[in-house]
């Protein structure tokens, strides 16, 4: 089945820098890649989300690109801000019906 | 509209114990998936139900069990609970067709003591 590798585990940047988030996948089947974003206590909600067919999309200050060859995608967010600071992940969905799998989490902390 | 529903918020229970867990999906929503959530290993895929079938399953024993029913809601079962059992439990609804957005509930804080 998908394994889902994402990296760092931590990441601590000051305010107004960029954050990087790393993915990869195993399936090659893989085509629906979404993030989820989940502040302490609350659940994971969606931000962003990409689809085989395009390689990068952009919603103001978040970026996610992709790169099939490499199976992996990355998460960008610009001009960081406290209330950035949450647990992203990463997660992968095969061909057909297969399950959404997750990656183990980032923990952003913006530094104001 | 209504978002997902998980109830109960909280529960603590003793090693040995049974319990089992409730989610109502969005309205429309035919798939189901459960996760467990603990500090350090992410979101742990338990299993997807799509029209009251179990159409995927992770890689969990088989004391964790689940069902639909046919209004989509689901509850997953835990039997003869472990310490390790202890964690948040979180369902995602979405319509179940191929790559459509997965909405959580607020999950259930599950305490084995």
């Known amino acids: 089945g998908e394994n889902v590798e994402q990296h760092p585990s931590t990441l601590s940047v000051q305010e107004g820098d960029s954050a990087v988030i790393k993915c990869t996948y195993s399936?090659?089947?893989?085509?629906?890649f979404p993030w989820y974003k989940q502040e302490l206590g609350k659940r994971p909600q969606l931000i962003i989300d990409?689809?085989?067919?395009?390689g990068e999309k952009k919603d103001q200050r978040i970026a996610v690109t992709l790169n099939k060859t490499a199976k992996h995608f990355s998460l960008h967010i610009t001009e960081t801000q406290p209330e950035d600071s949450a647990v992203y992940f990463c997660?992968?969905?095969?061909?057909?019906?297969?399950?959404?799998?997750f990656g183990k989490g980032t923990r952003l902390s913006v530094i104001a | 509209k209504a978002g997902v529903t998980q109830t109960p918020r909280y529960l603590i229970k003793t090693r040995g114990q049974q319990v089992t867990l409730s989610c109502s999906p969005i309205?429309?929503?035919?798939?189901v998936s459960w996760y467990q959530q603990t500090p350090g290993q992410g979101l742990q895929f338990l299993f997807e139900?799509?029209?009251?079938?179990?159409?995927n399953k992770g890689n969990f024993p088989g004391r964790f069990s689940g069902r639909q029913f046919s209004n989509s809601r689901s509850e997953m079962n835990v039997s003869t609970l472990e310490l390790g059992d202890s964690a948040l439990y979180l369902c995602?609804?979405?319509?179940?067709?191929?790559?459509?957005?997965?909405?959580f509930g607020q999950g259930t804080r599950l305490t084995v003591v």
């Open positions: 139900y799509f029209s009251e079938t179990q159409r």
């Open positions: 995602a609804s979405s319509l179940g067709d191929l790559n459509t957005e997965a909405f």
């Open positions: 997660a992968a969905k095969g061909g057909g019906n297969t399950p959404l799998v």
């Open positions: 399936d090659s089947a893989s085509n629906y």
């Open positions: 990409i689809r085989s067919n395009v």
């Open positions: 309205s429309g929503h035919r798939s």
